[in-house]
């Protein structure tokens, strides 16, 4: 019964930063030896992993989103956040937060959220 959600702004305007929040439920974001991602998909393109924050605390990020990409979590709520700064319109997409792990069929995932879509316009 495990379920993400993310939630932020669906507008953002060029040169600021994008936020949101991923809450989780019916598992706890410290338990081992999962990793808490982020996804992205733009519009007519593939899935883009981000990056993540693992049980531990510790984060990993795509080497071509590190310098503009902070993951960090609240374990009092139990959510991890993600912020992407000098956000352009190529920054427009669905972004996903996922659980990873287990790989099966596959994939490391077994549960996503539903995702959110974000537009960078001014």
């Known amino acids: 019964q495990v379920q993400l959600q993310e939630s932020g702004p669906g507008l953002v305007k060029p040169s600021q930063t994008l936020s949101l929040t991923c809450t989780v439920s019916g598992a706890s974001i410290t338990t081992n030896y999962y990793y808490w991602s982020w996804i992205r998909q733009p519009p007519g393109k593939g899935l883009e992993w981000m990056g993540a924050i693992a049980y531990n605390g510790s984060t990993y990020y795509s080497p071509s989103l590190k310098s503009r990409t902070s993951i960090s979590r609240d374990t009092s709520k139990n959510q991890f956040t993600l912020q992407l700064s000098s956000v352009t319109p190529e920054d427009t997409a669905v972004y996903y937060c996922?659980?990873?792990?287990?790989?099966?069929?596959?994939?490391?995932?077994?549960?996503w959220g539903q995702g959110t879509q974000v537009t960078v316009s001014s």
């Open positions: 996922a659980r990873g792990g287990v790989y099966r069929d596959g994939s490391p995932y077994d549960y």
